[in-house]
């Protein structure tokens, strides 16, 4: 069973940056050199929404509320997702998930393996 743990949350105010890390274990290195990964986001009564993804072949895709801001990355030497967030604002805050699929699934919320989140307060 692939685990997914998230990091690298926290309170920050407006305009700051934060870096969130998800660390997969249980997979090869040729088999996470493929898979898809994204980060979603779920505020207080609202839905999950995806934030960022990344296909096998390293093409990106983001939400309009976060493009030039937020970036992801992955690092297939150390099965490490991440998600660099910058000029943070306080509709960001919400419990951020790292998500993972050997399907191409974009910010769809059909992934197979979720971590348990990671905290994100934004502050005015």
């Known amino acids: 069973q692939v685990q997914l743990v998230e990091s690298g949350g926290g309170s920050v105010q407006a305009g700051g940056s934060l870096r969130l890390s998800c660390a997969a274990s249980r997979y090869s290195y040729w088999r996470y050199i493929h898979i898809s990964m994204a980060w979603f986001r779920q505020a207080p009564g609202k839905e999950r929404e995806g934030v960022a993804a990344?296909?096998?072949?390293?093409?990106?895709t983001y939400a309009d509320s976060v493009k030039g801001r937020f970036t992801i990355s992955k690092d297939n030497s150390q099965n490490t997702l991440y998600l660099q967030m910058n000029s943070l604002k306080p509709e960001d805050t919400a419990m951020y998930y790292c998500?993972?699929?050997?399907?191409?699934?974009?910010?769809?919320?059909?992934?197979?393996?979720w971590g348990q989140g990671t905290q994100v307060t934004v502050s005015s």
């Open positions: 998500a993972a699929d050997e399907a191409k699934l974009l910010l769809h919320r059909e992934y197979k393996f």
């Open positions: 990344i296909d096998g072949d390293g093409t990106t």
